[in-house]
């Protein structure tokens, strides 16, 4: 007999509890809005980065440059909504010509509004959101950033590297600052068997504005941005 101590019945937490259901149901309709509200921005490109970047700092101006090139090219621009480099890539698709998106999320401390889009969805739960980056998104171009940017790019590549998203540009911007992060990649996880080579190809370090806006239509010159039938089943299951 196991001699470790008992929760009493009372302290048991209820399986199946309503407030648990609820929960449920309102995680389906964060859902189903923003599928409703997003579906008619593709193509578009998801932008992340540090929300603590200021206005005055390279990083903000080289994202919003980046920005205003996607969206005068055709694609909406899809940033988490908040400060620093997200208000950045907002607000240059917002004076671009393709609409700007934010898909804010509550939270604590940190994160505000930025008053730079075109289209504005709010999320509670950091999961239903980070769906709907991928779902809607033809490229991630990722800037400098921190646990929550790395959170966003490794959610990427894995989705892209196990086959349950289709293979869409990733792009780094600023190679100075991802450069460490890559070459621990082939040094360690690559030479410990922890990935494969053809896994970093999934991955691209461009700096020149102008050359990540032609990297993502390179990527799609022999096939458009439609999805095929297959690409459609496999999102369903994100």
Not at 14 to 22: I, R
Not at 209 to 215: G, L
Request: aromatic content about 10%; charged content about 20%; hydrophobic content about 40%.
């Amino acid at each position: 007999m196991s001699n470790q101590p008992k929760l009493p019945t009372s302290q048991i937490p209820e399986v199946g509890s309503s407030k648990d259901a609820w929960r449920v149901f309102g995680i389906m309709s964060e859902f189903v809005s923003a599928t409703e509200r997003l579906k008619s921005i593709q193509p578009a490109v998801s932008i992340f980065g540090s929300a603590r970047t200021p206005p005055e700092h390279p990083y903000y101006q080289l994202t919003e440059h980046i920005a205003r090139l996607l969206s005068d090219a055709g694609f909406s621009v899809i940033s988490g909504g908040g400060p620093g480099i997200m208000e950045a890539a907002n607000k240059g698709a917002f004076y671009g010509k393709s609409p700007s998106v934010g898909l804010n999320i509550q939270l604590p401390h940190e994160q505000h509004n930025n008053s730079y889009q075109n289209i504005s969805q709010t999320f509670q739960h950091f999961f239903a959101r980070k769906v709907m980056f991928v779902k809607f998104a033809s490229a991630y171009v990722v800037m400098p950033g921190g646990f929550g940017t790395l959170d966003e790019l490794m959610e990427a590549l894995t989705l892209v590297q196990t086959g349950k998203t289709r293979r869409i540009p990733i792009i780094l911007v600023c190679s100075d600052y991802w450069r460490g992060m890559l070459d621990w990649f082939r040094q360690t996880l690559l030479t410990e068997g922890m990935i494969d080579a053809q896994d970093m190809d999934l991955i691209k370090l461009i700096d020149e504005p102008e050359a990540v806006v032609d990297a993502i239509f390179k990527h799609y010159e022999t096939r458009g941005f439609e999805l095929s039938e297959a690409e459609l089943e496999m999102q369903l299951s994100l």
